[in-house]
């Protein structure tokens, strides 16, 4: 009996912990780089739903019946952390989420061990699919971090406020007392104002975000030409480190033509000799570079989607995970 009661508890802070999982994937959909990507998670978080289903009924199996507060709880986590992590760079907000990961399969390794000493066949069945689901979580989101450490592009994007946030944490030499204040300022702000103070900042982020964007076009034709003039004159004069600088700011920007790209006649090739070529790229810089070419001139998914693969698979082997 008291293996079971142990067996309870675990399995209703594992539904919390799902709850919160499940959450917690479907507002990463929105920030999916692809197609692909974006399937995956939904994916996810239908899994996760799927689970809060399974370890529910394993409670009420041994008599353990669900509180009511759970499913409430685990909603509000999720809201609470994607309201916070929004003043945090996006691998902070990854690596919380692989703490969380990390959480529930320690837990549910746990609840196999008391369900194997209490010969709950059911329950140890439901713990083992459960550390299965979170391994391969674990892999994705360590896989997912290692593209972001190789300089992206991660199968995530950061919202516009994380990409301040990112920013600020890389600006070393600002005031860090008056940035500190701020964020702090703002998340007591979000947090004592509720809800609906977090719609009213979402709503400011999503106007913010249209703002920029076309802030950004126009500067970005700017900083194009710019970027060129520099790399023309410093390659005349000899500066080598100087050209390279701004030929990889302009690779960053997608202003690259056919011919720099590290794969020859590449607008010559047929998507599927494209796909085998990107296949063939070993560099993430080069991976990159086609990336960005794609999303600035052509946009083929496809090979956006090849590209994203092959970096993965660069990152995999970077952490050690077999492709």
């Not at 353990?64 to 685990?74: H, M, Q």
């Not at 702090?184 to 104002?193: F, G, I």
């Not at 076009?217 to 080598?240: C, H, P, Q, Y």
């Not at 920007?253 to 296949?279: R, W």
């Amino acid at each position: 009996m008291a293996d079971n009661k142990k067996i309870v508890n675990q399995l209703r802070a594992l539904l919390l912990l799902t709850k919160t999982e499940e959450q917690v994937a479907r507002t990463r959909i929105s920030q999916a780089r692809t197609d692909a990507v974006r399937r995956e998670l939904t994916q996810n978080a239908d899994n996760a739903a799927a689970r809060t289903i399974e370890i529910t009924e394993a409670l009420r199996s041994l008599g353990g019946v669900p509180d009511v507060v759970t499913p409430a709880l685990g909603r509000l986590s999720a809201t609470l952390k994607a309201t916070f992590e929004q003043a945090a760079p996006i691998e902070e907000a990854l690596l919380t989420d692989l703490s969380l990961e990390h959480q529930l399969l320690d837990r549910a390794t746990y609840v196999k061990v008391l369900a194997e000493q209490a010969k709950e066949t059911q329950v140890r069945r439901l713990a083992e699919k459960l550390i299965g689901a979170h391994q391969a979580t674990v892999e994705w989101l360590t896989v997912v971090l290692a593209e972001e450490a190789l300089g992206g592009p991660a199968a995530l994007v950061a919202t516009p406020v994380q990409k301040v946030a990112g920013g600020v944490a890389r600006a070393v030499n600002a005031p860090v007392r008056f940035w500190t204040y701020t964020v702090n300022n703002a998340v007591d702000t979000v947090r004592d104002a509720g809800e609906e103070t977090s719609d009213r900042f979402s709503a400011v982020t999503d106007r913010a975000q249209h703002l920029t964007d076309a802030v950004r076009e126009t500067l970005t034709v700017g900083r194009r030409a710019s970027l060129r003039r520099a790399e023309e004159i410093a390659r005349r004069e000899g500066d080598k480190d100087a050209a390279e600088a701004a030929k990889s700011a302009r690779e960053e920007l997608g202003d690259v033509s056919a011919d720099e790209l590290p794969i020859k006649d590449y607008d010559q090739l047929s998507v599927n000799d494209a796909v085998k070529a990107i296949k063939g790229l070993e560099e993430p810089h080069d991976i990159r570079v086609v990336i960005r070419y794609e999303e600035a001139h052509k946009s083929r998914s496809s090979l956006v989607s090849a590209a994203q693969t092959q970096f993965a698979s660069l990152a995999k082997e970077a952490v050690g995970v077999d492709a």
